[in-house]
């Protein structure tokens, strides 16, 4: 098991096929631009009941986000953004039994959740969009996520080019841990993600799920966030389950939980889903029939 510390509390995390099931985060845009659910829990009575549906249904982490950063989203100021998520913040706060964070990229509105009653500071950016996101993070005792992202939301998929993204990545992850830590941050209170999705092509971001052992051998708890991205849709076009021209045939939640149980797999700690109840039936069925690991089956 692997722990990661929120402001209030220590999380057990664990990885498959022998350290237990990872935590699942679950989901929750207050937007309505998002790629995949957009608009479906705008208002705060429906991203209430949303929270406490993922919660019952097995969720660790309710991860709360007021500004898409989907590619080539538009930004929204900060005063926007704390409108969406403050309130929902402040509702969830005293009612939910799991810890609640905040994905956002901007101080104010961190330091804004936290004191509505986030636990966790989950930033894109790698804690480097906003000079003052630090001092917010070091202050509140936050736990803190820090992505990897090449360029910003509205650049990120232009032309993403990496001489070794699974090096680069990783090295880059090595100096943020760094840079927290000398800031003061708890080195516990740190969870790394190496930013599927963002400013990758279809191909690093298999590249980068095949290397999630690698990532999670850093020594922080690593979280995965795949669900429902557009590698999904793409490797299953290649391999011939999906045709370009029939949006029936494509499930993005049966693509999501096939890239779950590899990361599962390959040791991610944190699994960032927008399908709760699903993914965990899914690993606790892929952990109740995988051999153990020193299995000599079909030998």
Not at 104 to 113: E, P
Request: proline share 5%; aromatic share 4%; charged share 20%.
């Amino acid at each position: 098991m692997t722990l990661w510390k929120t402001s209030r509390r220590t999380l057990a995390c664990g990885t498959l096929p022998d350290g237990g099931r990872p935590l699942i985060m679950g989901i929750l845009n207050v937007t309505p631009d998002s790629f995949s659910d957009g608009g479906r829990h705008f208002s705060v009575e429906k991203a209430i009941q949303a929270a406490c549906e993922m919660a019952a249904g097995g969720a660790s982490i309710i991860d709360i986000g007021g500004e898409s950063t989907r590619p080539y989203s538009e930004p929204v100021d900060a005063a926007t953004e704390m409108d969406r998520v403050v309130p929902v913040i402040k509702a969830l706060a005293g009612r939910l039994d799991v810890p609640i964070s905040v994905d956002t990229s901007k101080a104010a509105v961190a330091k804004a959740a936290v004191e509505a009653g986030a636990e966790i500071i989950n930033d894109v950016t790698g804690l480097e969009g906003d000079a003052a996101m630090i001092d917010v993070v070091v202050g509140s005792c936050a736990g803190v996520c820090v992505m990897h992202m090449q360029g910003t939301p509205q650049t990120m998929q232009d032309d993403p080019t990496y001489e070794d993204v699974v090096a680069q990545i990783e090295q880059y992850l090595i100096a943020r841990d760094r840079f927290c830590q000398t800031a003061g941050i708890d080195g516990n209170a740190i969870c790394l993600d190496p930013g599927i999705g963002f400013g990758k092509t279809h191909d690093h971001n298999l590249t980068l799920m095949r290397a999630i052992s690698r990532f999670a051998a850093l020594g922080r708890p690593l979280l995965i966030g795949h669900s429902r991205k557009g590698f999904i849709r793409k490797t299953l076009q290649r391999a011939g389950c999906v045709r370009q021209t029939d949006e029936a045939e494509f499930d993005p939640t049966a693509g999501t939980l096939g890239a779950s149980m590899a990361a599962a797999l390959g040791g991610a700690h944190v699994l960032r889903v927008h399908d709760v109840p699903q993914t965990i039936q899914a690993l606790e069925l892929f952990a109740a029939c995988a051999p153990p690991p020193s299995s000599t089956a079909g030998r």
